[in-house]
């Protein structure tokens, strides 16, 4: 797998006109996405993760990527809760502390 940094024409971020508002680096990843076969696109923001479902593109955040990681067996029950909590604990990162509470619960499942 090649990783890089890529570079969106010009000319299709200003093809793209959102009917939300979004910041230039979610603008960027939407419209890289659209040119890609079935991409899963990585957001926490609620307003750019509907935008990313109405243009039928993949979209995961944080917390769906820690479940993810326990369901296959790559980070255990305990690691992803002490992460979990400290998200819902910090006041830099904008996801809910009730968010958090709910896919706690659903890890014990």
């Given at each position: 797998?090649?990783?890089?940094?890529?570079?969106?024409?010009?000319?299709?971020?200003?093809?793209?006109?959102?009917?939300?508002?979004?910041?230039?680096?979610?603008?960027?990843?939407?419209?890289?996405?659209?040119?890609?076969?079935?991409?899963?696109?990585?957001?926490?923001?609620?307003?750019?993760?509907?935008e990313a479902?109405?243009?039928?593109?993949?979209?995961?955040?944080?917390?769906?990527?820690?479940?993810?990681?326990?369901?296959?067996?790559?980070?255990?029950?305990?690691h992803?809760?002490?992460?979990?909590?400290?998200?819902?604990?910090?006041?830099?990162?904008?996801?809910?502390?009730?968010l958090?509470?709910t896919?706690?619960?659903?890890?014990?499942?």
């Amino acid at each position: 797998m090649q990783v890089g940094i890529l570079e969106v024409p010009p000319e299709s971020l200003s093809s793209y006109s959102p009917s939300v508002i979004l910041d230039p680096g979610e603008i960027s990843v939407l419209v890289l996405a659209k040119t890609l076969v079935n991409p899963l696109v990585l957001m926490d923001d609620e307003t750019a993760r509907t935008e990313a479902r109405y243009l039928k593109i993949n979209v995961k955040g944080t917390l769906g990527v820690l479940v993810d990681a326990v369901r296959k067996n790559y980070l255990d029950h305990h690691h992803a809760e002490l992460m979990i909590q400290e998200i819902a604990a910090r006041p830099d990162i904008w996801i809910s502390e009730k968010l958090c509470e709910t896919v706690l619960v659903s890890l014990k499942e």
